[in-house]
């Protein structure tokens, strides 16, 4: 045990430095990413894919990044978890059709779908094991199965009665199971990550070795044992073993924190969220690698209190108060659609996930544990965020702390961010002649930080700018036009500001002509030669110290402006960005190469 707990803690030191960003895959990072558990128990009666896709705006503006789908494949149960033929997509929850309509219009709002992956187990379609669709022999199937047919290797994991557990040693059948995930559900359908159900019941080298064909953006392994609630680290050192079973491939969810949360909730044991005064659950110990939970399709109600399996819920009245937990602690938080839509609690849940994302909360946020007792849970998450939850009064210390949201037992407050000042350089390319400068406007698209950030540029305008500061004011031609420039700007001239397009740059070179005169360098002149130009002549250069917690999550976009003559350039279409626009995405404290009118970035360290 005590060799995996220091590589997990080894991993943590490594990845809490990392920058925020939602990319493949969002357990390797310090990830932003909130999943969104798209079904309940119940869903299959509800004309199911069509609903996801019609609410796909609000299921956007509740900030979420990832949707859980129900199990896609024909099965002999209604819910989907007992599979038959893979291929087979016509299910309870809608049409082929409809199932690839979700998904693409989820997509387009730049929200994964995440493919409920049953492989541990099967049924035959009309028999035991009589396996099509794909078709697979009594050799898929487990020595120790219950079938008494079975030829298979003996089983790698837990055993599972209701259907044949699948010989994952066999490499027919890992060959199957990867053309269907890889070719089917990912290539041709659209899916973008995977969680895996009853993921006890196979060595979790199986999981990643699927996990590694695909990429997948999202993954997550079901791993739910029993939990001894007075010695919570066998059940932690399991999730952990699982990770590292991966080969880090997957993340999974994390059922300590979850039967903890459940015991506060119930019986007002507190307490049993901190241990040595840090989280008691999967995310004290490795926490990009769990994804948290108040409930699910399996331990909670579904449309209504008292629906659904029940099999472990937290109590009806309290579930705010696992949100405002899992909403603010370290690791990657799962809303449950019934909460969110069918119990009236979409608008709690989202000022919860609105003080997150406008935070930069994230999977390897920082937690401060204030109070852990009977009646209370309190905690102050990357110094910027308290919360408390539980009947007992408590506020955080000092007088910067404003609530951001509250309801039943619970209360969150944030507190102005330190502006985090960083050397930033821009580098853009740009031929100019005698009376031509280069000027540039940026900050973050208005559409993109109301739905994201929490911030409305429409009636403050400069919301979405960036604060900078001019670190070069040595050119003569530009010094003028930087005096009151303090922003990043789309606007144009700030008040005070004589007549410009934007903020300046100033022209640069690598190499100097004799032709050309006096050598002027920037270090001298402002202008010329700089040792950070080893691109060539004629690439502007803006150099400021940004605030960098007024971007969005470290990126900010920019766009070009010359003088007398060639005007605004085209647009782009730089690939890798946080959202699409047609404009240069650029990040705060590196130095960001650009050439007017290409796609092309590069972002280097300084």
């Known amino acids: 045990m005590i060799n995996i707990l220091l590589l997990a803690a080894c991993f943590l030191a490594v990845l809490v430095s990392a920058t925020v960003t939602h990319a493949a895959t969002e357990q390797d990072k310090n990830s932003s990413a909130i999943l969104l558990q798209g079904f309940h128990w119940n869903s299959h009666d509800y004309d199911w894919y069509n609903r996801l896709q019609g609410?796909?705006?609000?299921?956007?503006?509740?900030?979420?990044?990832?949707?859980?789908?129900?199990?896609?494949?024909?099965?002999?149960?209604?819910?989907?978890y007992l599979p038959r033929e893979l291929y087979h997509i016509d299910t309870q929850y809608g049409t082929e059709q409809q199932l690839r309509a979700a998904i693409s219009t989820l997509s387009g709002k730049g929200i994964d779908a995440v493919a409920d992956i049953v492989i541990n187990h099967r049924v035959g379609t009309t028999d035991w094991a009589d396996f099509t669709n794909p078709t697979w022999g009594s050799w898929a199937v487990t020595c120790n199965d219950e079938w008494p047919g079975a030829s298979g290797s003996c089983d790698t994991g837990d055993g599972y009665a209701a259907a044949r557990d699948i010989d994952h040693t066999n490499t027919a059948v890992q060959g199957d199971i990867i053309s269907w995930l890889r070719d089917f559900l990912f290539a041709d359908l659209g899916f973008k990550g995977l969680r895996y159900d009853y993921a006890k019941g196979y060595s979790p080298y199986y999981a990643g070795l699927y996990a590694n064909e695909v990429n997948p953006s999202f993954c997550v392994g079901e791993i739910w044992t029993d939990l001894n609630p007075n010695d919570v680290n066998p059940h932690r050192q399991q999730l952990v073993d699982y990770v590292n079973g991966t080969a880090d491939a997957c993340g999974v969810f994390d059922f300590t924190t979850k039967g903890l949360l459940n015991l506060a909730l119930h019986n007002g044991e507190y307490a049993r969220l901190s241990i040595d005064g840090a989280p008691a659950g999967g995310i004290g110990w490795w926490p990009q690698k769990m994804v948290t939970f108040v409930d699910n399709h399996d331990t909670g109600p579904s449309e209504s209190c008292g629906t659904g399996q029940e099999h472990w819920p937290v109590p009806c009245d309290k579930v705010m108060q696992g949100y405002a937990y899992v909403l603010t602690h370290p690791g990657v938080p799962t809303i449950y659609w019934p909460h969110a839509y069918d119990w009236g609690l979409y608008d709690a849940i989202k000022a919860l996930a609105d003080v997150r994302v406008s935070q930069g909360l994230s999977s390897a946020s920082s937690v401060n544990i204030q109070a852990a007792q009977n009646g209370l849970y309190a905690a102050i998450i990357d110094s910027k965020v308290a919360v408390k939850i539980g009947p007992n009064a408590w506020s955080p210390a000092g007088s910067d702390w404003t609530i951001a949201t509250s309801g039943s037992n619970y209360a969150v407050w944030t507190k102005p961010a330190t502006p985090v000042e960083q050397r930033t350089v821009v580098f853009v390319y740009g031929e100019t002649q005698t009376g031509q400068d280069l000027f540039v406007r940026g900050g973050i698209d208005h559409d993109y930080a109301a739905a994201n950030l929490g911030k409305n540029c429409s009636d403050t305008n400069y919301e979405c700018a960036i604060p900078i500061v001019h670190n070069n004011r040595l050119n003569a031609t530009t010094a003028g036009w930087k005096n009151n420039d303090n922003y990043l700007d789309w606007y144009g001239a700030e008040a005070g500001q004589s007549a410009a397009a934007g903020s300046p740059a100033d022209w640069t070179t690598n190499l100097w002509q004799a032709s050309w005169g006096e050598q002027r360098t920037v270090e001298a002149d402002g202008f010329g030669l700089t040792p950070l130009n080893v691109y060539g002549p004629h690439y502007w250069m803006l150099d400021v110290q940004m605030d960098?917690?007024?971007?969005?999550?470290?990126?900010?976009?920019?766009?070009?402006?010359?003088?007398?003559?060639?005007?605004?350039?085209?647009?782009?279409?730089?690939?890798?960005?946080?959202?699409?626009?047609?404009?240069?995405?650029?990040?705060?404290?590196?130095?960001?190469?650009f050439s007017r009118g290409s796609s092309e970035a590069t972002i280097l360290d300084f």
């Open 548 to 593: 960098c917690s007024a971007t969005a999550n470290g990126w900010f976009e920019l766009k070009t402006y010359i003088s007398n003559g060639p005007g605004w350039e085209v647009d782009v279409a730089q690939t890798g960005t946080p959202y699409s626009s047609g404009n240069h995405f650029a990040q705060c404290g590196k130095i960001n190469v």
């Open 55 to 80: 609410n796909a705006e609000s299921i956007d503006a509740l900030g979420v990044t990832h949707v859980w789908f129900p199990p896609v494949s024909d099965a002999a149960s209604d819910e989907g």
